[in-house]
């Protein structure tokens, strides 16, 4: 059974930085196109922001967080990061990770969430200006 399980979310001041975790199990995540989502509040859209193909050697960034946040992942602990920086209040969200079979990120379908088959519960992430 697939679990992930997302952590490090906060509130922070705009152009400040958090790290978010997402331990899974079930899955060794490095054989995944292993993405980060994020939901503003009610309404919008999940929104594609980084993905990750480890053995394909590649990740993939949404235009709006290029040079900003960095996708990362310890295949020891099986854990996948998003390091974010220069945080805006638009990047206010609940931030999701999720896995996908790898051709999702190889195909350049990262960004679509039907693409995905397990999510986490996702943490909160709060900037504020």
């Known amino acids: 059974q697939v679990q992930l399980v997302e952590s490090g979310g906060g509130s922070v001041q705009a152009g400040g930085s958090l790290r978010l975790s997402c331990a899974a199990s079930g899955v060794t995540i490095s054989n995944y196109c292993m993405g980060w989502f994020r939901q503003a509040p009610a309404g919008k859209e999940r929104e594609g922001v980084a993905a990750i193909y480890t053995y394909g050697g590649s990740t993939y960034y949404a235009d709006s967080v290029k040079g900003r946040f960095t996708i990362s992942q310890d295949n020891a602990k099986n854990t996948l990061y998003l390091q974010m920086s220069s945080l805006k209040p638009e990047d206010t969200a609940m931030y999701h990770c999720?896995?996908?079979?790898?051709?999702?990120?190889?195909?350049?379908?990262?960004?679509?969430?039907?693409?995905?088959?397990?999510w986490g519960h996702g943490t909160q992430v709060t900037v504020s200006s």
């Open positions: 999720a896995v996908a079979y790898f051709r999702v990120c190889e195909s350049g379908r990262w960004y679509s969430h039907f693409a995905y088959t397990n």
